[in-house]
């Protein structure tokens, strides 16, 4: 672990920012029902652009247990960010749950045009 | 075997995730994937009306019910409207899905409207029940008081 590990808790919703080997990982963990998550996941998020800045990330939501429909616009959102800042951002979900196979499966349908973004189910 | 269970809703943001529970332990006899739509479908509604829903005269609680039959789950949600826009887009979207057989093409078009950032606000809820969980959707706005009622067979 580096010191540049940041953990953002917001009710039950846990967002871990770590790095190890020089490989960087935001993971999501318990579930995202806050009302308004825009400002405080997506504040976390681009607050972690010049740390990963043109590097590879690995964004893994199999820990994550739900996330309200609210929870979808700061990720899109930070989607868009990552790519524009050239952060090679892996996106991994669990395609046995439900949920994440019919989100993500949905996420990475409209993100064609994100060239440094990629989805990939486990 | 029928069971119903009513519930009036406070303004009060962890409502949402007890809600949610009480559907799914509700339904803990049923398959995962009825139970986590449910829960989700209630989630989302009640969490509209708290976030959107305004306290009138003729509203002056909002209400959550959830019915299960040996056929259907129904969850219904009543609360006064704020303003005449959010009504408007509500009752748009749920025409939408009810005219459509595909209820995919409205769930990827507001996400790709997210995405590219020409629109602020979620406005995600309505086509995530229709269309990840599978309930249809139908709506009445009487004297100021619109109820969502969102239906999924359970054979």
Known sequence: MS???????LDELQIRFTTEDGKSFITWHGTSEIQDPAASIGGFLRSLIPVIQEKRVTM????????NSATIQPLLQIMREYNAAGIFTEIVYDANIEWQRIVFRSV??????????????? | MHKSIKMDIPVAWQFVKNVKLMVEETLRSYPDNIRYSAGMVASELVGNAIKYGDRTESAPQAKFEISVTDSHVVIEVSNGVRS????EQVTKRI???AGSTNKEE?????????????SQGSQLGIYRIGYEGEFDLSYTFVNQILTIKATRGLS
């Open chain 1, 3 to 9: 010191p540049e590990n940041h953990t953002l808790t």
């Open chain 1, 60 to 67: 893994d939501f199999r820990p994550l247990e739900y996330m």
């Open chain 1, 108 to 122: 990475a349908s409209i993100s064609t045009t994100l060239a440094n973004v990629s989805i990939r189910r486990v």
């Open chain 2, 84 to 87: 005449v826009d959010h009504l």
């Open chain 2, 95 to 97: 025409d939408e899905l």
């Open chain 2, 106 to 118: 409205f769930y990827l078009r507001r996400l790709q409207e997210l995405l590219s950032g020409v």
